[in-house]
């Protein structure tokens, strides 16, 4: 007989067969997400509004810091920098954003799928574009954008538990690869003398040891967390016991390593193409080593779409690599104007176009 699973069951433990429809810890109950129900998830995030508070001291520390390291990088030069970048590479590296965009949304779809979570390819894309609109104006960095990305995977008829699973994985897993990525380059670079001891003075052994511990965090965290979890409390226990009943493990493992380092080269591309637009003649593997601490401060939770806290980061790593300080900004400001092309693009989505009828 076929195995089924009851209200009282998930408590205990999860369904095998039926995970991700009934068993899935939920952050709220059932009755609580439906008190909230806007027409389009485009609306989902204001039925439940941000700390004013918060919200505007994210909003005016994003500013400060956008001046402050203006300031520092000397305005003439910047705004010189900014006034005649190369209309070529700008096109570059828009489409190497709109490429990692697109990659990132298949990348999500085949995570949601092995969770047991089915949504058309259409709703990832259309998700994956207005949570970059969400980024781009919401305060918080990437947090805006993924809990509007896990309201379209719920209202798609996927549990908000599993939902969101599958969003905090799938963002847990591009910040993991760019530090694999970051660390791997520099160790290559620091064995064969290209990069500069005071830029990382680090001896090229123990950083090859970093990208290889990163490279083996995932698996040895599935193991430690199979081992502990019956110790760990209900519902984390629940949700871990949830996630070990996904089959291939280590198949998943692999699509999601060469998933999000596709997804990261493209953005990582799109950034050296801003700094090319701006004449900034650094070699892309370069790129590559900057942009783990870059990318991994802009999706810190301080700023408003990552502003502010990017073009400091880039200041200061680039700085290290050689970079004038005001072409390390002004790629950091063309990057992130390629990311609010992309939130305006998820934007025009929100809006429910009406196709014009022609008279028969």
Not at 72 to 83: C, E, M, N, S, W
Not at 100 to 115: E, F, M, P, T, Y
Not at 351 to 356: I, M, Q
Request: glycine content about 8%.
């Amino acid at each position: 007989m076929a195995a089924t699973c009851s209200r009282d069951s998930c408590s205990a433990a999860p369904c095998p067969r039926r995970i991700s429809k009934t068993c899935w810890p939920s952050p709220s109950p059932p009755s609580a997400t439906k008190k909230c129900a806007p027409p389009f998830p485009g609306k989902a995030l204001f039925c439940h509004p941000l700390p004013m508070r918060k919200a505007l001291l994210r909003t005016v520390a994003s500013l400060l810091l956008v001046a402050l390291v203006f300031t520092f990088a000397d305005p003439p030069r910047l705004l010189q920098a900014l006034g005649h970048p190369d209309p070529g590479w700008l096109l570059a590296g828009f489409v190497a954003s709109s490429c990692a965009v697109l990659s990132g949304a298949l990348r999500w779809q085949q995570l949601a799928r092995w969770l047991e979570m089915e949504a058309p390819t259409k709703l990832f894309l259309l998700a994956q574009w207005r949570g970059m609109a969400a980024n781009t104006v919401m305060p918080g960095a990437v947090l805006g954008g993924d809990a509007l990305r896990t309201l379209h995977l719920q209202r798609a008829g996927n549990p908000l538990g599993s939902a969101a699973v599958s969003v905090a994985l799938d963002r847990i897993s591009g910040l993991w690869v760019l530090v694999v990525i970051s660390l791997s380059i520099s160790a290559l670079a620091l064995a064969c003398g290209l990069l500069p001891p005071q830029a990382l003075p680090l001896p090229w052994p123990l950083v090859a040891l970093l990208a290889l511990a990163a490279l083996a965090a995932p698996p040895a965290l599935w193991l430690l967390s199979s081992a502990s979890r019956h110790h760990l409390p209900r519902k984390l226990a629940g949700l871990l016991d949830a996630i070990h009943a996904r089959p291939h493990p280590l198949r998943q493992y692999g699509i999601q390593l060469f998933g999000s380092a596709a997804v990261q080269t493209f953005f990582i591309i799109a950034f050296s193409c801003g700094g090319r637009a701006v004449g900034l003649e650094l070699p892309l593997w370069l790129f590559f080593i900057a942009a783990g601490p870059i990318f991994i401060l802009a999706a810190t939770p301080v700023s408003v779409g990552g502003w502010g806290t990017r073009e400091a980061a880039s200041a200061l790593v680039l700085g290290l690599l050689g970079a004038p300080k005001e072409l390390a900004v002004a790629t950091a400001v063309l990057y992130g104007l390629f990311a609010a092309l992309q939130g305006l693009l998820g934007a025009a989505t929100l809006f429910p176009w009406k196709k014009s009828k022609t008279p028969a």
